[in-house]
């Protein structure tokens, strides 16, 4: 079993930047992949971010690429997205997950099998 708490959203402008937090226990924190994904109403949950058991394992959606930075500190059990020059359609519930089974590397929402409860990241225009 895998406990995961997301923090860091909240109101901010057009330009700015926010750090999502993501507290997990449970298993071994360094024994599987993590993921940010976003669901914006009406939409389905999109992929943004993941990164594997090592540092190297890392892929972005492009709609981030080159503004968001995904990261993870095993020692304290915590991976992070820090999110720079956010823009309205950047509005959306953020959740990060876990995929204790695969490699990692996935950015598709049934390879995770462990979902916080999400953080509403609101980016005005």
């Known amino acids: 079993q895998v406990h995961l708490v997301e923090s860091g959203g909240g109101l901010v402008q057009a330009g700015d930047s926010l750090r999502l937090s993501c507290a997990a226990s449970?298993?071994?924190?360094?024994?599987?992949?993590m993921g940010w994904f976003r669901q914006a109403p009406g939409t389905e949950r999109e992929f943004v971010a993941t990164?594997?058991?090592?540092?190297?394992?890392?892929y972005y959606a492009d709609s981030v690429k080159g503004r968001f930075t995904i990261s993870r500190d095993n020692a304290k059990n915590t991976v992070y997205l820090q999110m720079n020059s956010l823009k309205s359609d950047d509005t959306a519930v953020y959740y990060c997950?876990?995929?204790?089974?695969?490699?990692?590397?996935?950015?598709?929402?049934?390879?995770?099998?462990?979902w916080g409860q999400g953080t509403q990241v609101t980016v005005s225009s």
């Open positions: 997950a876990a995929d204790t089974i695969g490699l990692g590397y996935s950015t598709k929402v049934t390879e995770y099998d462990y």
């Open positions: 449970g298993r071994t924190f360094s024994s599987y992949a």
């Open positions: 990164i594997g058991r090592i540092d190297s394992m890392i």
